[in-house]
């Protein structure tokens, strides 16, 4: 990417413009440059308790599914085991996928999505009913922001202005408790300088999501407020954030630290980055050895 004044004057430049943005798995590509998804990049931060409910996951399924692993061969038994909290996981996140889809389609006064759980359509429910009693107005639902300084962006949930007559950011979340790192997200979305408004889907290729939108000036000034919105299937609770700047520079840090483990990946054949050099093998019967211990 180009230096950080050159790219702020190249986007600058299409403000109030059309712009194409493409979302993969791990981030967006607009006007030629690339940008790590927030949530990617919250990924810095470490999450020791995920741990200790990863071996709580397998415990219970183990004791709970018993009949369904103890007559396969260990190496089967082992996959299927170790891969229970990861499933626990999908299931949670196709649910959060399912309740964002309606809340949406309730906000943009589309009929909502078919296949419903029962579950997830009272979520639905809850969450019209906070927006009727918390919300005046709505001013962009599922809004993509980029930083070009900071080389990140993201889509956040819902930009409203409250009945208390202060903008927000609001962002849901059917997760079983709200967490610290929630905040961290807000306040990534809150310090972006752009943003793409009036979002039109334009294709789907894949994986990738393709849309076309406008081009507009974001910055923290636009939002006096950010909340995480706790979503259930018996109401919603609204988790105001006390923002400081601190929670800015926890996003900074977990940003580079992972995008330094992403550069550095030993998954990755092509690391941006090399840790370590060349290396030098010595066996004890090699002449080095042999100098070295004369």
Known sequence: MATQENASSAWNALLGREVRVVRDRYGYKMNGDYFRRVTTLLGGIPK?????????????????????????????AVKLL???????????????????????????DR???????????????AVEAFLRQHVAKVLAVELTVISVTREYAGTLDLWALGRDGHTYILDWKTSGSVYVDHAVQL?????????????RPAAQAGKEEVWNGTLIEWGPEKAQRL????????????????????????????????????DTDNHNRTPREHVFGETIDVSPRSPEASTATA
Do not use: M
């Not at 200790?52 to 599914?65: I, K, L, S």
């Not at 009929?111 to 639905?124: H, V, Y």
């Open 111 to 125: 009929p909502l999505p078919d296949g419903l759980t029962e579950d997830e359509f009272d979520c639905a429910v």
């Open 187 to 199: 306040a990534a979305y809150a310090n972006a300088e752009y943003a793409i408004a009036s979002k």
């Open 227 to 262: 909340g995480i919105v706790h979503v259930r299937p018996d109401g919603a609770t609204l988790h105001p954030v006390n923002y400081t700047s601190r929670l800015w520079h926890v996003f900074r840090a977990a940003a580079f630290t992972k995008r330094w483990q992403l």
């Open 82 to 108: 170790k891969g229970a909290p990861w499933s626990q996981r999908d299931d949670a996140a196709d649910r959060g996928s399912a309740v964002h889809a309606a809340v949406e389609a309730y906000l943009k």
């Open 48 to 76: 020791p308790a995920l741990t200790g409910w990863a071996a709580r996951t397998v415990a219970e399924f183990a004791v709970e599914h018993k009949d369904s692993w103890t007559d396969l061969p260990p190496t089967d």
